[in-house]
T-cell receptor
Framework: EAAVTQSPRNKVAVTGGKVTLSCNQTNNHNNMYWYRQDTGHGLRLIHYSYGAGSTEKGDIPDGYKASRPSQENFSLILELATPSQTSVYFC???????????FGSGTRLLVI | QQKVQQSPESLIVPEGGMASLNCTSSDRNVDYFWWYRQHSGKSPKMLMSIFSNGEKEEGRFTVHLNKASLHTSLHIRDSQPSDSALYLCAASISNNRIFFGDGTQLVVKP
């Protein structure tokens, strides 16, 4: 079954540390996305990718980097984590052509 | 400026009642809408998508779209407590970027 898998599910990081969130998809979708969701709010786009080797800035890219080394994998990197980056992060893959966007289970990140 | 606005922010309906949720985009380039449902602590799951004017029905869920006003609405009839969730509207333009609204929190009271 096609799926989007995120790791880790939960992460506690210290301020100033480096954090890498990973995402793997078996949907063979070209497009992948990283969102963050703060309590009671919608999803805000951080970075997205149209395929291996490409990354694009979303609406709130400051403080985040992204890497798409392959069709299947898309990582979100926080080089210097700050408490304001405490949130739930969702990865998604999809194509508009078949109206199929699938989300991973999310990563809860706490920066202390 | 947020591209997708949803209303109301929260909605309480009795079990068996009708829930009506609204979504409007401020970007004239938007041409595709989705509705997602997100239960507490879970990831969003797509309910329905719509890109043509008119109405689309799937079971208890009906979606309307007016492309001229960039307004879509989701109607849930015979609402059940299990329908209690955050409902997210999403819209995209041709470059495959997807924008989400802040959602409507629906509570269905038994």
């Amino acid at each position: 079954e096609a799926a989007v898998t995120q790791s880790p599910r939960n992460k506690v990081a210290v301020t100033g540390g480096k954090v890498t969130l990973s995402c793997n998809q078996t949907n063979n979708h070209n497009n992948m996305y990283w969102y963050r969701q703060d309590t009671g709010h919608g999803l805000r786009l951080i970075h997205y990718s149209y395929g291996a080797g490409s990354t694009e800035k979303g609406d709130i890219p400051d403080g985040y980097k992204a890497s798409r080394p392959s069709q299947e994998n898309f990582s979100l990197i926080l080089e210097l984590a700050t408490p304001s980056q405490t949130s739930v992060y969702f990865c998604a893959s999809g194509t508009r052509a078949n109206s199929d966007y699938t989300f991973g289970s999310g990563t809860r990140l706490l920066v202390i | 400026q947020q591209k997708v606005q949803q209303s109301p922010e929260s909605l309480i309906v009795p079990e068996g009642g009708m829930a009506s949720l609204n979504c409007t985009s401020s970007d004239r380039n938007v041409d595709y809408f989705w509705w997602y449902r997100q239960h507490s602590g879970k990831s969003p799951k797509m309910l329905m998508s719509i890109f043509s004017n008119g109405e689309k029905e799937e079971g208890r869920f009906t979606v309307h779209l007016n492309k001229a006003s960039l307004h879509t609405s989701l109607h849930i009839r015979d609402s059940q407590p299990s329908d209690s969730a955050l409902y997210l509207c999403a819209a995209s333009i041709s470059n495959n970027r997807i924008f989400f609204g802040d959602g409507t929190q629906l509570v269905v009271k038994p």
